[in-house]
Every structure is written in C-alpha cells, then in structure tokens.
C-alpha cells in the first residue's frame, strides 16, 4: 500500500518528534511518503496529487482545516461526484487541532498516540467506512458548513490565528458577532426540495452529528443528522436573547431534539439553497470561504473511504 503522511506542523497539538512517531509507525506496514505542509492549500495540493498518482492512504495530521484540504484535495477532479473518478484515495485522520470535530465525529481517539495506535489497527485488519459528504459552491465539507451568525465567529476566531483557539476564544467570538455582527444581519431565504420557502436571519448545516464541540462538551443541532444520511438544516428567523438562550441550552443536552417557534428545521435533506440580500460571510468546515449572496449545499453519499 502507498501512502502520504500530511502533517500540519502549525496545528495546536502536532510535534516534530510526534511526527517521527506517526511516520515511523506508520512506515512499518505501508511504502509511506512524509510532508510538512508550508502554506495555506498545500495539504489539498499534496492530497491532489496523490489521487492523480494512485496512491491508496492519505493521512491528514493536524486539526480540522488540515482534513478538510485533503478531502478537496483527494476529490479535486470530481466534479461534485466522486462516482466518477473511479478509486479514490482512502483518508486517515490522527487529529492535531484544538477541536477535532470531524475525528470525534467518527468516534476517533483525540490523543495522537491513541489515534495512531487505532489507525495502524484499523489498517491491519482493514476496517474502514464509507461516509456522505457535503458539497457546497464547489467546497467539500466533511461536519458543518454555514451563513450568517457562525460564519462571522469563525471569521473573527481566524483573525487570531497564530493562538490557540479554545472554548472561551470561540465564546467571545460568538458574544461579539452576536452583538456586532460584521454584515449586519441581512435576510436570508432557505429553501429545501418540496418545501415553503422560509425568511431567516442565520443557517446552519450539517453534515453528521455533533455540530461542533465546545470544549469536551458535545454541541447537537440536528441530532437525526449522521455521515450516512442527507444534509441537516438548523436556521433561526430572530436572535431575542430568549431564544438564543433556549437553543444554546437545547444544544448542550446530550442528544437534545431542537424545537422552538423561531427555529426551522430539517434533517436529512439532499439539497439546501440559501439566498441573501446582501452579501454575508459564508464557512466550511470551521473555515471563512468568504462572503456570497447565494450558496446550494448538497448531501454527496458515499463519497469517501475513511479507515476507521
């Protein structure tokens, strides 16, 4: 088996001698190649390439932005259907970020070493999964992407990048983009396949469930949502203080079913189109994409091979 190991040397939790532990492992059981990622789009640069060279494993070591380029990178030439590239490239995750959602999604270790002794199991005995995907105005995105409200916290927590990013940092994020928000809070329009056109003023969507974490404690907004089904859509009509209060108490329950009269929702969808009136910030996967006043999410089964 070829492999190649990304290593994001940037990420919260990642070390050199870390590192040398994963490759070294890992270089026991396949033929693996190493690299360190410089800039910005390199780990979707190497993942890339390695689907057009048939490699078999990429592993992403490093935090959810890090895995989120190399799931671009490994379905780059898809064109939205991974059907069509014929094998692609398996993905492997040891996680090295503060959050990790995607890793805990999947049910993986958060400790690297734990991971990587999970991995080298799993690969021993070929236990892997297939996974949905969200793809959205040509991004892939593997937990949660969104509009609005959330996207202007990730844009504020990018600011400081070069820190490490914590509950708190994300808390005061989100205070801030709640009562300043950069955009204002222009209207936006959802509309889902055999469904009323609904006026809201934030969305998010997902991909699987939890949303996110905050800290150790799990964050559900569409708990009928999995990486086997479509798309899940949490969008709220106002921000009362009342009602921002009642979700966020809704979504630190384990497993809480979101309800509330501000609140529209749906799980499993295969297709969710937003429209704004002006321009407001659009994210993926915890990244600022930028700013759109139009973006379709759709649900992509099946997409990806992951060892688990």
């Not at 994963?22 to 390439?49: C, I, N, W």
């Not at 993986?108 to 959205?136: K, S």
Request: charged share 20%; glycine share 10%.
């Amino acid at each position: 088996m070829r492999a190649i190991l990304v290593v994001n040397p940037q990420a919260t939790s990642t070390t050199a001698g870390g590192r040398d532990v994963l490759a070294h492992a890992l270089a026991s059981q396949v033929k693996l190649d190493v690299v360190e990622t410089d800039y910005r789009g390199h780990a979707m640069a190497v993942a890339r390439s390695a689907a057009r060279d048939g490699f078999d494993l990429v592993v992403a070591h490093g935090g959810d932005g890090t895995v989120n380029e190399v799931v671009n990178g490994l379905l780059a030439d898809s064109t939205g259907n991974p059907g069509e590239l014929g094998c692609v490239p398996m993905l492997g995750v040891v996680p090295g970020g503060s959050a990790n959602v995607f890793a805990r999604a999947l049910g993986l270790p958060v400790d690297p070493v734990e991971a990587t002794h999970q991995l080298l199991n799993a690969l021993e005995n070929d236990r892997r999964r297939r996974i949905g995907l969200g793809l959205a105005d040509g991004h892939w995105f593997t937990f949660n992407a969104g509009l609005g409200w959330d996207a202007d916290v990730v844009g504020r927590v990018a600011k400081r990048r070069g820190k490490e990013t914590s509950a708190a940092l994300y808390l005061r994020a989100s205070v801030r983009s709640y009562f300043r928000p950069p955009l204002g809070r222009p209207a936006l329009t959802v509309r889902i396949p055999g469904e009323e056109p609904a006026e809201v003023v934030t969305a998010f969507v997902s991909n699987t469930d939890p949303w996110t974490y905050l800290g150790d404690r799990a964050v559900h907004l569409n708990s009928g949502c999995s990486f086997e089904t479509g798309l899940g859509l949490f969008a709220l009509n106002g921000l009362g203080l009342p009602t921002v209060f009642t979700h966020v108490r809704q979504a630190l329950l384990t497993k809480s079913d979101q309800h509330g009269r501000r609140l529209v929702r749906h799980d499993d969808v295969p297709m969710i189109r937003i429209d704004a009136a002006e321009p407001v910030n659009f994210q993926v996967d915890g990244d600022l994409v930028g700013q759109r006043t139009r973006v379709e999410f759709h649900s992509v089964p099946d997409a990806l091979t992951v060892i688990v």
